[in-house]
């Protein structure tokens, strides 16, 4: 590409220009400036760039309002213009879209980092000229409803841009964790250098203790920092495949979720490794069924052994007794990650997967539990097989090339197990395959089948149904999660209420009675934990399960939900099967029927039912004939405000549920929502003659 191009630099901090302005002319551009969006403009007039670096935050113009005059202008709307933010509000990228913003930059940045995304726009260049206009869509954003015009590219290069931003980010996160782990090497090296001297010894020995536990505290919240866009990323993605039809754009998206789903499982396994460490890891042990385990792991893996042609093996003589005491949720971990190598790592023959039982001969209430998984694959050689229970060590490069890892898999296994009261080790020959060997000791029994109920509700298309209706509360401090959650609950039928924190989540709560609450642990004013224990104090809402919502396993600790009464909880970023099963748990759909009214109320049903007949009906009848969209959202509203100030439920849903189809255009639902009016009607009239009796 000629660098001999044109690059506008719009910065009102005379320090921040020059050292962009620096930068790009160390790397051959052409550059011009200006200090706010005016004479930026006047700039563009006289010499028209090949493409604008802006800042957003300026005075007399800033840069999102820049960038709408030039993608308004039809001379100038081809110029790429370069949003440089730190991405603190979320409006930042609706108003991206909006404008018409190329891509972001989040700052800090490094310089290679702002060359390459130059570089990267300036090559897109003709792919979006011959971009085809695509319609509209509306959105509810920020409290607000956004129309957005921008096609397709435009909104996936901001998608890429903002992954791409946070993957740049996540890496300068694994540099200051190197830098840390060298910091703390130099001081483990000064601790043995006076090992002499006893007082010495034990200042080192508390200095090395306390850098652990920073590191450890800085791990852990830098994962909750990095969880919060990556809920953002995981779930847009998700949306952006039910709105995107064109096949290589789908493989666009789907590459995005699959990126940010293998960069998930990093950040999970970087904050696992931690706490271990750290010593503030705990297993929690139930009851736990070996089959049901066997069976989700066969489902699991399905699709890749299939894929791969390998046959998975099971082996269990009949005295595995049906269920144990373990930690479930960690035993799976074992399984996952010892079998997910197996597979990784065969491409032909079997995977086989034992267990034996040997019984304590004077106490049948426990036994040594011994697990072997055994594969066909390419064998680890005998210098390898004990770095690989070791953190962040994988095996030889060439086998690196071909298979991607993070080698942090079988390090958290063996230490899971080892707090289990277990053990691993490892048979292993190059180009035949491994045996992995676990034995879990004096692992106690359970004979009692009564009240065991391991079994998940999995979430069917066919299970839709059993949510409609329901109501929920979205209780998040961060908006573009309110959004996020409520379009999928919507799309199955559920009526959805957001709060932006736990005292507007009471107040709410109080109003509309939902049949379940989905409270974020983490927000201003008043935050889950006591937001949730005033509701399960209050007798008008204490029956309403709550579920809690954080980013951070630690939240979900069961001292604290046992004492603020959270019925169940969802890790950040939330996967949706997940959540509707966890719904699925504890809510039930509301009735259609009239309860609870007040007396006052009772007495004004016959006023009700006349303005019902008189005035609503009529323009019901005018609506469904005409079938025009804007007066059928006036309807909407119309009847959702008398239902809410007669407090009559049964109108102010109906009205909701028929706003919030007109909202997505959802033109079978409007229909059929709109022809149940008149049983609206005539379910009141019918309480009102039982009243009236």
Not at 370 to 393: P, V, Y
Not at 478 to 484: D, K
Not at 678 to 686: E, G, L, S
Request: proline residues 3%; contains cysteine.
């Amino acid at each position: 590409m000629d660098k001999k191009l044109n690059i506008l630099i719009v910065e009102d901090s005379i320090t921040q220009l020059l050292k962009l302005q620096y930068t790009l002319e160390s790397a051959g551009y052409n550059v011009s400036t200006a200090t706010n969006g005016i004479k930026a403009l006047e700039s563009i007039n006289l010499k028209k760039p090949n493409i604008i670096i802006c800042d957003v935050i300026m005075p007399e113009m800033g840069g999102f309002e820049l960038c709408k005059k030039i993608k308004e202008d039809k001379d100038l709307k081809d110029i790429p213009i370069i949003i440089l933010t730190s991405l603190s509000e979320p409006d930042d990228v609706i108003n991206g879209l909006i404008t018409g913003a190329d891509h972001f930059i989040m700052k800090p940045y490094e310089d290679s980092f702002l060359l390459t995304r130059i570089e990267h726009v300036l090559s897109n260049i003709s792919l979006r000229s011959k971009s085809t206009a695509e319609m509209g869509i509306k959105v509810f954003f920020s409290g607000k409803k956004h129309f957005l015009s921008a096609d397709r590219i435009q909104i996936l290069d901001l998608l890429l841009s903002t992954y791409e931003n946070a993957v740049e980010k996540q890496r300068e996160l694994m540099l200051k964790n190197q830098e840390l782990s060298a910091a703390l090497e130099a001081l483990e090296a000064s601790k043995k250098a006076l090992e002499k001297q006893a007082i010495e010894l034990e200042i080192a020995k508390q200095n090395a203790e306390s850098a652990n536990r920073a590191k450890s505290s800085f791990l852990a919240n830098m994962s909750h920092e990095i969880r919060t866009p990556m809920n953002a990323i995981l779930g847009f993605a998700q949306l952006l495949k039910l709105l995107v039809t064109d096949n290589k754009l789908r493989t666009y998206i789907e590459g995005i979720d699959k990126s940010a789903q293998n960069l998930l499982k990093l950040i999970n396994e970087i904050l696992d490794l931690s706490k271990i460490e750290a010593g503030r890891f705990q297993i929690k042990y139930e009851k736990v069924n070996l089959n049901l385990i066997l069976k989700e792991i066969q489902q699991l893996f399905f699709y890749e052994l299939e894929k791969k042609g390998l046959e998975l093996i099971f082996q269990m003589p009949d005295n595995i007794p049906k269920f144990i005491i373990l930690d479930e949720l960690r035993l799976k971990q074992i399984f996952i990650n010892i079998i997910g190598n197996s597979v990784k790592f065969t491409d032909s023959g079997y995977i086989k997967i034992s267990i034996e039982a040997n019984y304590n001969p004077s106490d049948n209430f426990y036994c040594d539990l011994t697990i072997i998984i055994e594969d066909t694959g390419i064998g680890i050689s005998e210098s390898n097989q004990k770095k690989i229970f070791e953190a962040f060590m994988q095996v030889e490069p060439d086998i690196i090339k071909k298979h991607s890892g993070t080698g942090l898999g079988l390090a958290i296994t063996k230490k899971l197990i080892e707090m289990m009261n277990g053990e691993i080790s490892l048979k292993s020959e190059v180009n035949k395959g491994s045996v992995f060997k676990i034995i879990f000791k004096n692992v106690a029994i359970n004979f009692d089948e009564g009240k065991y109920s391991l079994e998940k509700l999995s979430f069917k298309q066919e299970d839709q149904t059993s949510l409609k209706g329901i109501k929920i509360l979205v209780s998040d401090d961060i908006e573009s999660n309110r959004f996020m959650l409520k379009e999928y609950l919507e799309d199955v039928g559920c009526q959805v209420f957001t709060a932006e924190n736990g005292k507007e989540a009471i107040s709410l709560a109080k109003k509309y009675k939902p049949d379940i609450i989905l409270m974020d642990l983490i927000m201003p004013i008043m935050d889950g934990y006591e937001a949730t224990k005033i509701l399960k104090t209050d007798d008008t809402t204490k029956k309403i399960p709550v579920l809690g919502v954080s980013a951070t396993p630690s939240d979900f600790q069961e001292e604290k939900i046992t004492e603020s009464g959270l019925d169940g909880f969802i890790l950040k970023p939330i996967q949706e099967d997940e959540m509707f099963r966890q719904i699925l748990k504890f809510a039930k759909p509301s009735s259609n029927e009239i309860t609870d009214l007040s007396q006052d109320v009772l007495e004004k049903l016959p006023i009700i039912i006349n303005e019902l007949n008189n005035k609503f009906y009529p323009i019901w009848e005018n609506v469904c004939k005409k079938q025009n969209i804007p007066e059928i959202e006036a309807f909407g509203m119309s009847v959702k405000n008398f239902g809410e100030q007669y407090r009559l439920d049964i109108l102010f849903e109906y009205g909701e549920k028929l706003i919030s189809y007109v909202d997505t255009f959802d033109i079978e639902n409007i229909r059929k929502h709109l022809s149940s009016f008149n049983q609206i009607i005539n379910t009141v009239k019918c309480f009102s003659d039982r009243f009236s009796k």
